[in-house]
Antibody, heavy 123, light 108 residues
Framework: EVQLVESGGGLVQPGRSLRLSCAAS????????MHWVRQAPGKGLEWVSG????????GYADSVKGRFTISRDNAKNSLYLQMNSLRAEDTALYYC????????????????WGQGTLVTVSS | AIQLTQSPSSLSASVGDRVTITCRAS??????LAWYQQKPGKAPKLLIY???SLESGVPSRFSGSGSGTDFTLTISSLQPEDFATYYC??????????FGGGTKVEIK
């Protein structure tokens, strides 16, 4: 059974940093690209960032480019999102999502999602 | 970035109704479109990928069609468990990947 478990969310002041983690199991982690998708309270889905199976291809939404860094550790079956210079508008539930197609860099749908970790940016 | 416009943004329907949701892309995306269902407090669930391929385990009352810029999600006979918000997502162009604004299906 595929499982994605996010952690690391919490309340943080504007301008500070936070690191999210996603622990994956139930599939061959290093075969698939992985992504972060967020959802602000009461709003729709917004893709944040994606990383290819070998970290060779990385993409970011314009809204987070230069502030967020995605990474992965295939030996630990883990995905990360380092979030710096956080803003109030980054407040959202952050989902880790698995690419639905094997060995695809970024052009994919998402076949499994975690339950999300809530990030609240407020003073 | 490719923009996806869903319509309607909300609808009211009865159990047994046929429901159609549309998603229009700002430029052609071939068949690189997925549909998700999201219930309150839950993560999105994949329903359809490649515009018309049904994800394993998804009931056959869900179907998708379209290519290029115009796409449709159809629920042939709405069931009580189908009341939720539905999102389309394009994966033809990256980055970014983009979602539609969502369609909330409510009980009439």
């Amino acid at each position: 059974e595929v499982q994605l478990v996010e952690s690391g969310g919490g309340l943080v002041q504007p301008g500070r940093s936070l690191r999210l983690s996603c622990a994956a199991s139930g599939f061959t982690f290093d075969d698939y690209a992985m992504h972060w998708v967020r959802q602000a309270p009461g709003k729709g889905l917004e893709w944040v960032s994606g990383i290819s199976w070998n970290s060779g291809s990385i993409g970011y939404a314009d809204s987070v480019k230069g502030r967020f860094t995605i990474s992965r550790d295939n030996a630990k079956n883990s995905l990360y999102l380092q979030m710096n210079s956080l803003r109030a508008e980054d407040t959202a539930l952050y989902y880790c999502a698995k690419a639905g197609s094997i060995a695809v860099a970024g052009t994919s749908f998402f076949d499994y999602w975690g339950q999300g970790t809530l990030v609240t940016v407020s003073s | 970035a490719i923009q996806l416009t869903q319509s309607p943004s909300s609808l009211s329907a009865s159990v047994g109704d046929r429901v159609t949701i549309t998603c229009r892309a700002s430029q052609g995306i071939s068949s690189a479109l997925a549909w998700y269902q999201q219930k309150p407090g839950k993560a999105p669930k994949l329903l359809i990928y490649d515009a018309s391929s049904l994800e394993s385990g998804v009931p056959s009352r869900f179907s998708g069609s379209g290519s290029g810029t115009d796409f449709t999600l159809t629920i042939s006979s709405l069931q009580p468990e189908d009341f939720a918000t539905y999102y389309c997502q394009q994966f033809n162009s990256y980055p970014p990947l983009t979602f539609g604004g969502g369609t909330k299906v409510e009980i009439k």
